[in-house]
């Protein structure tokens, strides 16, 4: 490239995973006369030992600087409990597992590109995925003075070009692609392999990263405060991630939360993924099991249709549109008495709702017990309710249904 800053070589902000694709871009983008920024985003899937090889793995690819942005607490304050207050899962499906963190990492990335004073920025998505899209428009939207660089992507490159080009420059490093693909974070891990590119075949017991190791039972309990997590077995934490996260150590050996995901990509074409999401799962339907107590028949409904709309946003990494602000006052907002014990019981491959305690139940005796007995209406009462809720259907049938019908 023209280095039009003069002597001074460009800098351009990676997002680096350390794997093949963003170890290419390294090298790539040092070749081609940047000063390369490797910065990892850890939202979770990160534990310390792994930030350890990947700035060892990042600067012997030439990075001059790597850099781990923790953005955990903030993924959490900014949109994980708005999916739990949403009971957000796509096609009823999947807990948004990769999709969100996407969106947090694209953020990120940018934020650090502008405070470092960065003219590009660059990222290792290939051309057929979400990735990109999510990257892209957090890019544009943020800093569109900033230019952005996706080399696997422009040179349509196949895997082992990319091999091939890394042993050129001395980069010898084991590239066996493992038979599946996992990419683990706070909100639960996604499984790719073969049998998810086809449509009717499971994956194998061995795919997924946590193994069922306890074979029995356990009861658990979530408290919820206005619809955030506060305790775990009756036990307060710092902060709801660390609920999360020891909700996750507890179930994981139970190898709850297995699934397959089918869901239509950003780009159009219809997409397959496996996904282990223990402890997202219990929180969404613990939390939905106490929602149901708490709030009125029409909360309930209009907080589906919405959350519905507010998962598909953050899924097509439309994170930044101020409609989302609007959902999420709305969604903060029903959770106002959303507050109280939900007991579970755990067993190896699937978890039990068992039932809540609170102050806000409207299951409430005191105005009657469901099929049992009344104490705020009559007989009389409900017989002239149903003849009016009936009038208007009566009137239809009576004008419009023929004879013999």
């Not at 690819?61 to 899962?89: H, P, S, W």
């Not at 028949?297 to 549109?321: N, P, R, S, T």
Request: net charge negative.
């Amino acid at each position: 490239m023209s280095n039009e800053q003069g002597d001074q070589q460009p800098t351009v902000v990676l997002a680096f995973s350390g794997g093949l694709d963003t170890s290419y871009c390294v090298v790539y983008l040092r070749e081609q006369g940047y000063r390369v920024h490797a910065v990892t985003v850890n939202t979770g899937g990160f534990d310390e030992k792994q930030l350890i090889d990947l700035k060892e793995r990042a600067l012997e690819l030439g990075a001059e600087k790597f850099v781990v942005l923790d953005e955990t607490k903030r993924f959490y304050k900014k949109c994980l409990r708005y999916l739990i207050y949403g009971n957000v899962l796509r096609n009823h499906t999947y807990p948004l597992s990769v999709s969100a963190e996407r969106v947090f990492q694209a953020l990120a990335i940018v934020q650090y590109a502008q405070d470092s004073g960065a003219g590009y920025v660059a990222h290792g998505s290939t051309g057929a995925g979400n990735d990109q899209v999510r990257f892209d428009l957090a890019f544009r939207i943020l800093a569109p003075s900033i230019q952005i660089i996706t080399p696997i992507r422009d040179q349509q490159l196949s895997r082992q070009q990319e091999v091939e080009f890394l042993k050129e420059h001395g980069i010898n490093w084991s590239w066996e692609k493992a038979k599946y693909s996992i990419n683990q974070g706070i909100w639960g891990t996604s499984v790719g392999g073969q049998e998810t590119l086809t449509s009717d075949q499971a994956l194998p017991e061995e795919a997924y990263p946590s193994q069922m190791v306890e074979r029995g039972s356990r009861k658990i309990s979530l408290t919820f405060e206005k619809g955030e997590l506060e305790e775990l077995n009756g036990i307060s934490y710092n902060h709801p991630i660390e609920i999360i996260q020891e909700l996750q150590n507890l179930a994981a050996p139970y190898a709850i939360g297995r699934d397959i995901h089918v869901g239509d990509t950003i780009v159009g074409i219809k997409g397959r993924v496996g996904f282990e999401a223990a402890a997202p799962l219990i929180i969404i339907h613990a939390h939905q099991l106490l929602e149901k107590h708490a709030l009125t028949k029409w909360q309930l409904y209009w907080k589906d249709q919405l959350a519905i709309w507010y998962g598909m946003m953050v899924h097509e990494g439309q994170f930044l549109d101020p409609v989302m602000r609007n959902l999420e006052t709305f969604l903060k907002d029903t959770q106002k008495l959303v507050t109280g014990e939900v007991f579970l019981q755990l067993h190896p491959y699937r978890y039990e709702l068992i039932g809540i305690q609170s102050e806000h139940d409207l299951m409430s005796s005191k105005f009657g017990d469901y099929g049992e007995a009344n104490k705020a209406w009559t007989g009389e009462d409900v017989k002239g309710f149903t003849n009016i809720a009936a009038n208007a259907t009566k009137i239809w049938y009576a004008v419009n249904r023929k004879k013999g019908e």
